[in-house]
């Protein structure tokens, strides 16, 4: 069965510092990754989407990506305390989205 | 630009009931994906359907059942509730049959007594 592994937290970075969440999946042939926030008693919200080994940038976030070692992360920089929530990352399968169950990230004002 | 909307938003049943959720696309997007997320969990993937056909299907019993409609708005039926039903429902949308990126509506939080 496909997986996708997250620390599930809590992540706990002080305020202006860069929070780093990280991500395992199993699936080799995977193209797609994503990264979406959670707040509590919301639904998803897609914040990075990537398909290239590498980085990628927008605004504060960058999300890396490396298929060899199967592993993804997403560096929030400047971390503000409008940041606190759970990080969900996602991942393609065979057509279908493969969710971790996501990091709790706080960030102390 | 109108985004995913689905209803109700809270809902309570009991067990051996049956329920049906409702899910409007995004506007120009044709793929509409259901997931369940239990509370502390990610959401899992129960199905998809692109233009009106199942288009893929997750571990989910029979008793989950779907459909869409020319409009591309869906359906989310559960039969026979059981108590482990009790989850957010999230309903997705995208285009041409790919999974990515998806837009969530709201979703629904169905509790099973």
């Known amino acids: 069965q496909k997986e996708v592994e997250q620390n599930s937290g809590p992540l706990s970075v002080p305020e202006g510092a860069i929070a780093s969440l990280n991500c395992t999946y199993s699936?080799?042939?995977?193209?797609?990754f994503f990264w979406y926030r959670q707040y509590s008693g919301k639904s998803p919200e897609l914040i990075m989407s990537i398909y290239s080994n590498g980085d990628k940038e927008d605004g504060r976030f960058t999300a890396q990506l490396n298929k060899a070692s199967q592993y993804v992360s997403l560096l929030i920089r400047d971390s503000q305390p409008s940041d606190s929530a759970t990080y969900l990352c996602a991942v393609d399968s065979n057509y279908q989205l493969i969710w971790g169950a996501g990091t709790k990230l706080i960030i102390k004002p | 630009e109108t985004g995913v909307t689905q209803s109700p938003t809270h809902l309570i049943k009991t067990r051996g009931q049956q329920v049906t959720l409702r899910c409007s696309s995004q506007s120009g997007h044709n793929t509409v994906s259901w997931y369940q997320q239990a509370l502390g969990q990610g959401p899992q993937f129960i199905f998809q359907y692109y233009r009106e056909e199942e288009n893929g299907r997750g571990n989910f019993p029979p008793r989950f059942s779907g459909l869409q409609f020319p409009n591309y708005s869906s359906e989310l039926n559960v039969n026979a509730l059981e108590l482990d039903d009790s989850a957010l429902y999230l309903c997705?949308?995208?285009?041409?049959?790919?999974?990515?990126?998806?837009?969530f509506g709201d979703g629904t939080r169905l509790s099973i007594l």
């Open positions: 997705a949308s995208s285009l041409d049959g790919e999974p990515q990126p998806q837009h």
């Open positions: 699936d080799r042939v995977s193209q797609s």
